[in-house]
């Protein structure tokens, strides 16, 4: 069965980059483009992870992590944090948020891949 990621994303070529490396990876990509269509599609298409931009019109990552960590039927679902703050005051107000992991833009592929697989990995 092939995993679902959901990417939150408002800017275009950050989900292009993003759909052309999961997709290359066996994964199937969902996508929405902010933070209110990213809860929306978490309670309605349940993927296995979602990977969700910080900064995001209306309602932002921290806004979006709040409502689907308090979703009893979504709390479980990893999500990785996204954003172009690399200070480790960020990383940790987003741990602390409720991501499961924080990754700074620009971000290595392999290196976001191997953290996609482990957090699913953790998952089973």
């Known amino acids: 069965m092939t995993q679902r990621i959901l990417v939150v994303e408002d800017t275009y070529d950050n989900r292009q980059i993003l759909r052309d490396l999961l997709t290359s990876a066996g994964f199937e990509f969902l996508e929405a483009v902010d933070g209110e269509k990213g809860v929306q599609?978490?309670?309605t298409c349940r993927p296995d992870l979602i990977l969700m931009d910080i900064q995001l019109p209306g309602l932002d990552g921290f806004a979006a992590i709040g409502k689907i960590?308090?979703?009893l039927e979504l709390k479980d679902i990893p999500?990785?944090?996204v954003s172009s703050h690399a200070n480790s005051d960020d990383a940790a107000k987003a741990l602390q948020a409720g991501f499961s992991a924080y990754v700074t833009?620009?971000?290595s592929p392999r290196a976001l891949l191997a953290r996609?697989?482990?957090l699913l990995s953790n998952e089973g």
């Open 79 to 81: 999500v990785i944090g």
């Open 116 to 118: 996609v697989r482990e």
């Open 41 to 43: 599609m978490a309670a």
């Open 105 to 107: 833009k620009p971000f």
């Open 69 to 71: 960590k308090g979703d």
